[in-house]
T-cell receptor, first 114, second 116 residues
């Protein structure tokens, strides 16, 4: 089983709809992240959480919100989706105890907003 | 502010050619980590290598090698005898001590196309 899972893997929705992307991990990591990938722009950080009670905005948080329901779960919401939020979204985890500072990525969620 | 530049948007080579992907970074920290990730057409991100700022030794892993030069703030990636399966988008990334090493800044990626 994958250590970092994302649901759904693909989603097509319409402008104005509320969308939630979910991320779960079995790695026992305390830190979780949401990124979006756009062609030609690489990955950009949306939000990150260093533990259940810690939520921080990243580079491009406008139009998004997150919830850290438990250490293993970190969800990303688009309250009112718009077409320029069409992108590939990645969840990642990391450990404050890790020596190697590596982040482990989920398989991605491809979101299309019509 | 930290920044990662991958000036090569797309590179096309023929199988068995060697190819180098460039990565130039900017940071004010003296302690940092550099990473390379591979994103094949299936879309997932595959970790390739991590290098800390105190280790400038070049590294070789099979057909892959990495050249870290602090003097030029570069961390270049070379694939020797490229294969079609190497076709992917490759990302360079940086994390700094100032962020607790837990915020990754990515370059915009280089798409490598290897044709038979």
């Amino acid at each position: 089983d994958a250590d970092v899972t994302q649901t759904p893997r693909n989603r097509i929705t319409k402008t104005g709809k509320r969308i939630m992307l979910e991320c779960s991990q079995t790695k026992g990591h305390d830190r979780m992240y949401w990124y979006r990938q756009d062609p030609g722009l690489g990955l950009r950080l949306i939000y990150y959480s260093f533990d259940v009670k810690d939520i921080n905005k990243g580079e491009i948080s406008d139009g998004y919100s997150v919830s850290r329901q438990a250490q293993a779960k970190f969800s990303l919401s688009l309250e009112s989706a718009i077409p320029n939020q069409t992108a590939l979204y990645f969840c990642a985890t990391g450990s404050s105890l890790g020596e190697n500072n590596e982040q482990f990525f989920g398989p991605g969620t491809r979101l299309t907003v019509l | 502010a930290q920044k990662v530049t991958q000036a090569q948007t797309e590179i096309s080579v023929v199988e068995k050619e060697d190819v180098t992907l460039d990565c130039v970074y900017e940071t004010r920290d003296t302690t940092y980590y550099l990473f390379w990730y591979k994103q094949p057409p299936s879309g997932e991100l595959v970790f390739l290598i991590r290098r800390n700022s105190f280790d400038e030794q070049n590294e070789i892993s099979g057909r892959y090698s990495w050249n870290f030069q602090k003097s030029t703030s570069s961390f270049n990636f070379t694939i020797t005898a490229s294969q079609v399966v190497d076709s992917a988008v490759y990302f360079c990334a940086l994390s700094e001590a100032g962020t607790g090493f837990q915020k990754l800044v990515f370059g915009t990626g280089t798409r490598l196309l290897v044709s038979p």
